[in-house]
């Protein structure tokens, strides 16, 4: 079945070091690809998306993902991890027509 | 501009009631869809409308229902409600009907309590 998944429903970094959060998903056709970031008790942010073109996409607040079509993977980096950036983070692709799927989600923690 | 608006913030219901949730897009946006967040989970997709009519839906029972507005705006129904039915409710807007590559701005959600 189409799907995607995350590796790793925590992670955690100390503030300053590499984020490095997992999304791999499940499908014969390469899917539109999306990250997501939760605050709690907010809804949903974009921070970036993969369609076409340039395989290292980057969005907002310093990260950027990769797509490699190879590995089935997109995952999630930022090179410098802040206070700030703790939250929750979902990998989502549109796997099924016209319906976005997300994975179960990551909750990153950062150290002081 | 104001974002997508959901109402209400918090829900506490009884097993077999129904409950109504309420979802304003962002002005200029045709298209809603609900998602349904269980906690520890990632949303699922329940609905997508596109100027009044059903675009898509997920595998919901049909005790989950739906509608748009004239106006854009979107109510989610669930009818006999089940304890499994405590979940975080997200709306989202979108300029488009095709949601692949436009997109969606996402609202703070109704948690929905079932006890």
């Known amino acids: 079945a189409q799907s995607v998944t995350q590796l790793g429903s925590h992670v955690s970094v100390s503030e300053g070091a590499l984020v490095l959060l997992r999304c791999n998903y499940s499908?014969?056709?390469?899917?539109?690809l999306f990250w997501y970031v939760q605050y709690p008790n907010q809804g949903l942010q974009l921070l970036l998306k993969?369609?076409?073109?340039?395989?290292l996409v980057k969005g907002i607040n310093g990260f950027e993902a990769e797509f490699k079509k190879s590995e089935t993977s997109f995952h999630l980096t930022k090179p410098s991890a802040h206070m700030s950036d703790a939250a929750e983070y979902f990998c989502?692709?549109?796997?099924?027509?016209?319906?976005?799927?997300f994975g179960a989600g990551t909750i990153l923690r950062v150290k002081s | 501009d104001a974002g997508v608006t959901q109402s209400p913030t918090h829900l506490i219901k009884t097993r077999g009631q129904h409950v109504t949730l309420r979802c304003s897009p962002i002005?200029?946006?045709?298209?809603v869809s609900w998602y349904q967040q269980v906690l520890g989970q990632g949303p699922q997709f329940i609905f997508q409308?596109?100027?009044?009519?059903?675009?898509g839906r997920g595998n919901f029972p049909d005790r989950f229902s739906a509608r748009q507005f004239p106006n854009y705006s979107s109510e989610l129904n669930v009818n006999a409600l089940l304890l499994g039915d405590s979940a975080l409710y997200l709306c989202?807007?979108?300029?488009?009907?095709?949601?692949?590559?436009?997109?969606?701005?996402f609202g703070p959600g109704t948690r929905l309590t079932v006890l």
């Open positions: 499908s014969s056709v390469p899917p539109y």
């Open positions: 409308y596109y100027e009044k009519e059903e675009r």
């Open positions: 989502a692709a549109f796997l099924q027509g016209n319906k976005l799927v």
């Open positions: 993969y369609t076409t073109g340039a395989t």
């Open positions: 989202a807007s979108s300029k488009s009907p095709t949601l692949s590559y436009n997109e969606q701005f």
């Open positions: 002005s200029g946006h045709k298209s």
